[in-house]
Each structure stands twice: as C-alpha cells, then as structure tokens.
C-alpha cells in the first residue's frame, strides 16, 4: 500500500489521495483538463502502477462548497 500511494503521490495531476473502508482501498481527486488527458493520466500513469489491480472513475459535475468553509473565510482574515 505504501508504494502504490508514493507512486500516486509523484503523479502532479493528482490532488488528493484517501485511504478509505469499504469497496476499494484508496480514493483519489485527480484534475485534467479534458477527458483526453484524463484517459491518459489513468491509462500512462495510474494503472501502470504495480498493485493497482482495477479503478472506477467519477466526473465531478459540480462541486459544492460546505457552508461552514465560507463561515471560516470570513472569520479568518487574510
């Protein structure tokens, strides 16, 4: 598990890496600038990873902000 994270942690377009229960054992954010290179970055970069056995992709439609981040921003000066 260690190696397959360092190994996610050199790819620059991921932003974030979760070790999570359940299903699977790792969830990452990945950024892309179009499905192009994100098919790429998980084709070349991600499964060629040893002990990356399979994925499963999500596309992010919207993101959300959580209230409390934007109570936080205006507590806290910049």
Do not use: C
């Not at 179009?34 to 970069?45: C, G, M, S, T, V």
């Not at 919207?62 to 507590?75: C, D, I, M, N």
Request: proline share 1%.
């Amino acid at each position: 598990m260690d190696t397959v994270i360092a190994s996610l942690q050199r790819i620059s377009n991921i932003e974030e890496i979760f070790h999570v229960t359940g299903e699977f054992d790792l969830v990452t954010l990945v950024s892309a600038e179009d499905i192009e290179q994100f098919r790429d970055i998980l084709k070349n970069k991600i499964m060629k990873i040893n002990g990356i056995r399979s994925t499963v992709s999500s596309v992010v439609l919207y993101h959300h902000a959580k209230a409390v981040s934007r109570k936080l921003e205006t507590l806290v000066p910049a």
